[in-house]
């Protein structure tokens, strides 16, 4: 299967278990890959054949922007369903890393592989 990538996405949310972390946004690392077939826009060369990336990536961003989750993996499931409801994806993997919290790891996060029936 074609994979459309978005990596690296960049976004801000109030997120975190504890009453230090509920008081300004944190910033936050979204790695997606939506899983489609991209023979058709290949050949067309438009975008209206394709899933558009850039309309995926704001969808994100405004559900890390609206929400206010203690996990992440509760804004990684957040974001998972609002794909599958807005565009038309059979299957992704959404990567949501949570880069500057502990002083001590380069990173924490959470992965999942979703396809739509499982949401
Ligand atoms: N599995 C998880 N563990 C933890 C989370 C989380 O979202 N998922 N969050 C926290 C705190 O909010 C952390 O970011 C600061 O210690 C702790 N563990």
């Known amino acids: 299967m074609d994979k459309i990538y978005i990596e690296g996405l960049e976004v801000q949310s109030l997120i975190g278990v504890y009453d230090w972390e509920r008081d300004a946004t944190q910033r936050l690392l979204v790695d997606i890959v939506l ?9 067309s060369d438009d975008v209206d054949d394709t899933l558009n990336y850039a309309e995926v990536a704001q969808a ?12 992440i993996e509760a804004l990684a499931q957040a974001m998972i369903s609002q794909v599958f ?8 993997t959404l990567k949501l890393s ?8 380069q990173n924490v996060a959470v ?4 396809e739509r029936k499982d949401t």
């Open 35 to 43: 899983f489609s077939d991209l023979q058709k826009p290949a050949y």
């Open 60 to 71: 994100v961003t405004d559900v890390a922007a609206n929400s206010q989750f203690a996990l």
């Open 85 to 92: 409801s807005q565009f038309p994806v059979q299957k992704m």
């Open 98 to 105: 949570k880069p500057d919290i502990l002083p001590t790891a």
């Open 111 to 114: 992965e999942f592989t979703r």
